[in-house]
């Protein structure tokens, strides 16, 4: 049964939950366990997409929160239709970007200046709800223009040791759009695309899902806009 998203508002970078400092040091550990963790590749899908709102929105500088090891930013890299012979930065025509992930040292810095739009991919499904408004205000403050969010609505098939699902914050689409909705009250100045994943079944012979993937757009209004769905 899925609830609607209920943060502590005493909550701050400063004074997180215990569970958010718990799971910052297990990811630090996942992270360690090899290159290939966490490398920044879920972005992939998105690649083309979030070009072309980058456009859209005359974007040249970004941060991606959350990013992993980011490695796509440094290296050439395949989409689904075409090998692209050049770093993410120089294919979306770039002037600034910056990489943020508190779970791993290369990348763990809060930026110092804003940045026209902030990436944030497969991230805020790991954070405890108590976090979450601290986490997506952090967002907001760092945009000038837009923000691209992508998030899971459903548990994963993925397990801390303990047992806990590693998507702990699972709600609906509907509950995301209401909660940003919010949250772009004191940011009417910035564009949110949010694509959520919604399961669309499990395959109990295998350890695979299948889900599809819905576009929305909350602008300065806030006004909503559904952009289809993609699987």
Same mark, same amino acid.
Request: with cysteine; aromatic share 12%.
């Given at each position: 049964?899925?609830?609607?998203?209920?943060?502590?508002?005493?909550?701050?970078?400063?004074?997180?939950?215990?569970?958010?400092?718990?799971?910052?040091?297990?990811?630090?550990?996942?992270?360690?366990?090899?290159?290939?963790?966490?490398?920044?590749?879920?972005?992939?899908?998105?690649?083309?997409?979030?070009?072309?709102?980058?456009?859209?929105?005359?974007?040249?500088?970004?941060?991606? +929160?959350?990013?992993?090891?980011?490695?796509?930013?440094?290296?050439?890299?395949?989409?689904?239709?075409?090998?692209?012979?050049?770093?993410?930065?120089?294919?979306?025509?770039?002037?600034?970007?910056?990489?943020?992930?508190?779970?791993?040292?290369?990348?763990?810095?809060?930026?110092?200046?804003?940045?026209?739009?902030?990436?944030?991919?497969?991230?805020?499904?790991?954070?405890?709800?108590?976090?979450?408004?601290?986490?997506?205000?952090?967002?907001?403050?760092?945009?000038?223009?837009?923000?691209?969010?992508?998030?899971?609505?459903?548990?994963?098939?993925?397990?801390?040791?303990?047992?806990?699902?590693?998507?702990?914050?699972?709600?609906?689409?509907?509950?995301?759009?209401?909660?940003?909705?919010?949250?772009?009250?004191?940011?009417?100045?910035?564009?949110? +695309?949010?694509?959520?994943?919604?399961?669309?079944?499990?395959?109990?012979?295998?350890?695979?899902?299948?889900?599809?993937?819905?576009?929305?757009?909350?602008?300065?209004?806030?006004?909503?806009?559904?952009?289809?769905?993609?699987?």
């Amino acid at each position: 049964m899925h609830r609607v998203i209920q943060p502590d508002a005493e909550r701050s970078r400063l004074n997180s939950s215990d569970q958010y400092v718990s799971l910052i040091k297990e990811y630090e550990k996942m992270h360690g366990s090899g290159e290939g963790i966490f490398n920044g590749r879920s972005l992939l899908k998105f690649v083309d997409i979030i070009d072309g709102y980058l456009q859209n929105n005359d974007c040249k500088s970004v941060l991606d +929160y959350g990013c992993g090891k980011g490695h796509l930013y440094t290296d050439k890299f395949t989409t689904i239709t075409e090998e692209i012979d050049k770093p993410l930065p120089e294919y979306w025509g770039l002037e600034k970007y910056q990489l943020f992930d508190p779970a791993y040292e290369e990348h763990s810095k809060l930026p110092i200046h804003k940045k026209d739009a902030v990436i944030c991919t497969d991230v805020l499904e790991h954070i405890p709800e108590s976090d979450l408004g601290w986490v997506v205000d952090e967002i907001f403050s760092y945009a000038t223009k837009m923000i691209f969010i992508n998030v899971a609505c459903f548990k994963a098939l993925k397990h801390f040791e303990d047992g806990t699902n590693v998507h702990i914050s699972v709600f609906t689409p509907e509950y995301w759009i209401d909660f940003l909705t919010k949250k772009s009250r004191n940011f009417r100045n910035i564009v949110i +695309y949010l694509f959520a994943d919604v399961l669309i079944k499990r395959h109990e012979d295998s350890d695979k899902i299948t889900f599809v993937t819905k576009g929305f757009k909350i602008d300065h209004y806030p006004r909503i806009q559904e952009l289809g769905e993609q699987e």
